[in-house]
């Protein structure tokens, strides 16, 4: 019986374990098209109802939601410079799992030519339709 016990409870971390790899996969594959300004690769990890959110933090000026559209998104990464070097650096990342709903917590440092522009935490929101993961809903803060 303890046999049985211990080969379910490897078996349920193998999966658990597997699930996290392809959510992180997906995570991986958005920074990669992010970085390559690559938007053709961007669409195949992020839902066409893609949602996209970001809080401004600022003492002075208070906090502001802010929401984007997923053809400004786009547009707004085809369309950086090819002399502006820009970097997301993922600090650390957490992965919670739920059936066909993952979770993404990930702090990050943003650089722009070398120099650290802003700071904060990404959450990426995935659902998965058959056997793809795709990020559905993404926001994050930003301090400075």
């Known amino acids: 019986m303890k046999k049985i016990i211990v080969f379910i409870v490897l078996l349920f971390g193998i999966v658990c374990n597997a699930q996290k790899n392809e959510v992180q996969e997906v995570i991986d594959n958005f920074f ?15 839902s ?11 003492r002075t000026k208070g906090n502001k939601l802010a929401d984007e559209s997923v053809k400004e998104f786009y547009k707004s990464i085809a369309t950086i410079p090819s002399d502006v070097k820009f970097k997301e650096k993922i600090v650390s990342s957490t992965i919670q799992i739920d059936g066909s709903m993952a979770h993404v917590w990930a702090p990050y440092e943003f650089y722009i030519n070398d120099k650290l522009s802003h700071s904060g935490v990404n959450t990426f929101t995935l659902f998965k339709e058959k056997e793809n993961w795709k990020i559905i809903y993404l926001i994050d803060t930003r301090r400075k």
């Open 32 to 46: 990669v098209a992010f970085h390559q300004q690559d938007t053709i690769k961007l669409k195949l990890v992020c």
């Open 48 to 58: 066409d109802q893609l949602i996209l959110q970001s809080i401004t933090e600022s």
